[in-house]
């Protein structure tokens, strides 16, 4: 069982802005950076967010990161139907000493 | 160009061992955290476990922990993660990643381990 809580499912029609919101605790995610993979259909996740709110040179910046206490989120702005994926979480854990994936959102574009 | 190749998947028996490699080439293993994370069949990710740059530095998943064994050979720029023990639940894709988490993150393709009878 995950430790990083992710709604299951997301969707918005193009151009719309989606959210996905990652709830953690006083162990991980508030106290440490939360990072954001975007995973397409059969191939390795791909880093969309490191350190909170930073991309990685190449991430479009209709992706966009933030952190607020013990839950972390990830919003694209503009959604195609590219970004139709599977969207991870992700944190340190200093009480587990790991690393915690989120459940993981599955985004739609209508 | 940066590249990481995993090898060493296949089918084996609950409670058999197998060791999983992955080469890379295009930078040098001794300048960076590796890691490995698994995904089961339409499931999650899940991190496994981390070596840091100067191997100095091992943490593992609790769910692997005392039968899992992540290490490196500089010499070959190869990661390793020998897998003993192992359980139906272990069936997974293993992608091993350069510099996880961080603005150089790279991931191999994956190998694929199945633990059935």
């Known amino acids: 069982q995950s430790v990083l809580t992710q709604p299951p499912s997301a969707s918005g029609t193009p151009g719309q802005r989606v959210t996905i919101s990652c709830s953690g605790s006083?162990?991980?995610?508030?106290?440490?950076?939360a990072y954001w993979y975007q995973q397409l259909p059969g191939t390795a996740p791909k880093l969309l967010i490191y350190n909170n709110d930073q991309r990685p040179s190449g991430i479009p910046d209709r992706f966009s990161g933030s952190k607020s206490g013990t839950s972390a989120s990830l919003a694209i702005s503009g959604l195609r139907s590219e970004d139709e994926a599977d969207y991870y979480c992700v944190g340190w854990d200093g009480s587990l000493s790991a690393y915690v994936f989120g459940t993981g959102t599955k985004v739609t574009v209508l | 160009e940066v590249q990481l190749v995993e090898s060493g998947g296949g089918l084996v028996q609950p409670g058999g061992s197998l060791r999983l490699s992955c080469a890379g080439s295009g930078f040098s293993l001794s300048n960076y955290w590796m890691h490995w994370v698994r995904q089961g069949p339409g499931k999650g990710l899940v991190w496994v476990a981390r070596?840091?740059?100067?191997?100095?530095?091992?943490d593992y998943a609790d769910s692997v922990q005392g039968r899992f064994t992540i290490s490196r050979d500089i010499a070959k720029n190869t990661l390793y993660l020998q897998m003993h023990s192992l359980r139906a639940e272990d069936t997974a894709i293993y992608y091993c990643?350069?510099?996880?988490?961080?603005?150089?993150?790279?991931w191999g393709q994956g190998t694929l381990v199945t633990v059935s009878s």
């Open positions: 070596v840091n740059e100067h191997g100095s530095r091992i």
């Open positions: 006083s162990s991980n995610i508030e106290n440490d950076n």
């Open positions: 990643i350069k510099d996880a988490f961080g603005p150089t993150d790279y």
